[in-house]
C-alpha cells in the first residue's frame, strides 16, 4: 500500500505502545494487499518475538524497527509516495517523510517494518489514544505493493486491537479521493465515521482529523475510517 498521509507526529498527541508481539498469517490470495495495520501486545498482553510469516512467495517477517531501520523506513517512504504522484497528487499535498518526522514516528508510535529475508520492504506505525488503536502510517515499497506485505500489516494490527480490551475501534485518516486506499481498507472492514456519529471519546479521534486538515488547507479532504473491534462498554447510568 502506498503511504497513508495521516496526522503528522506531534509531542503531546502521541501514547506510547508496545511494540510488536506476535506475527499473523499473511493471506496472499487475496487482491489489493497494499497496506494494512498491526497487531501485538496492546495494554498488558503478553509479549512474544515476531515470526516469519508467508506472504506471496516468499517469507515476510514483521518485526519492531529501531533507529538503526530510519534509512531503510525512509527509503520506503519516499518509494510508496510514488503512487500518490502517479495518482495526481502534488508533492506539497503529499511530501514523504522527513529523518525528524521518522524519529518520531519511533518514539511515539509503535513502528512495524516488514522484511522480506533481510530486505526491508514496508512498515506500518500505530498508537493507542483512548479507546482508539489508530493508524499512523501505512508505506509499501512501490515494486512490492499488491502482493499481501500491507494486508499482514492491517492483520497484525487487528490482532492488536483485539488483543487490548480497552480497544473498541482500529482508526484512521485517509484522503478520501486516493480510491485504492479506500478500497482496501472497506475490504478490511473498516468504514467511513458518519457525520454526528457518537463514540465514546470520539473527540480524540476528531482533534486528529482537525490536526490534519489544519496541516494543508490546500490538500484533498481527509476522512475518518474506523473498524468495530468490540462494542464500547455501555454508558453509566445517570
Not at 506475527?23 to 515476531?50: K, T
Not at 527509503?75 to 504522484?85: C, P, V
Not at 479521493?177 to 457525520?195: I, K, N, Q, T
Amino acid at each position: 500500500l502506498a503511504t497513508e498521509r495521516v496526522s503528522r507526529v506531534r509531542a503531546g498527541h502521541r501514547l506510547r505502545v508496545h511494540p510488536l508481539t506476535r506475527a499473523v498469517q499473511a493471506d496472499p490470495g487475496q487482491p489489493g494487499g497494499q497496506g494494512g495495520v498491526s497487531a501485538g501486545a496492546g495494554r498488558g498482553a503478553p509479549r512474544r518475538r515476531g515470526d516469519a510469516i508467508p506472504c506471496g512467495p516468499a517469507m515476510l517477517l514483521l518485526r519492531p524497527a529501531t533507529l538503526h531501520d530510519l534509512p531503510a523506513l525512509h527509503a520506503i517512504e519516499r518509494s510508496a509516495t510514488e503512487l500518490y504522484y502517479e495518482e495526481g497528487f502534488s508533492p506539497a499535498q503529499v511530501d514523504p517523510r522527513s529523518e525528524a518526522d521518522m524519529r518520531l514516528l519511533l518514539k511515539y508510535t509503535t513502528v512495524l517494518l516488514a522484511c522480506d529475508d533481510d530486505e526491508p520492504i514496508g512498515y506500518a506505525s500505530f498508537y493507542t489514544r483512548g479507546p482508539f488503536l489508530h493508524l499512523e502510517e501505512i508505506a509499501v515499497r512501490r515494486d512490492r505493493q499488491r502482493r499481501g506485505c500491507g494486508k499482514a500489516l492491517a492483520q497484525q494490527a487487528l490482532a492488536e486491537a483485539r488483543a487490548d480490551l480497552q480497544c473498541t475501534h482500529l482508526s484512521l485518516v485517509t484522503f478520501s479521493s486516493a480510491h485504492w486506499a479506500v478500497e482496501m481498507y472497506s475490504r478490511l472492514g473498516f468504514r467511513f465515521l458518519d457525520p454526528g456519529e457518537t463514540l465514546p471519546q470520539i473527540d480524540l479521534l476528531q482533534e486528529i482529523v482537525e490536526i490534519e486538515a489544519a496541516a494543508c488547507l490546500t490538500c484533498p479532504p481527509r476522512v475518518p475510517m474506523i473498524l468495530t473491534v468490540r462494542p464500547p462498554p455501555p454508558e453509566p447510568a445517570a
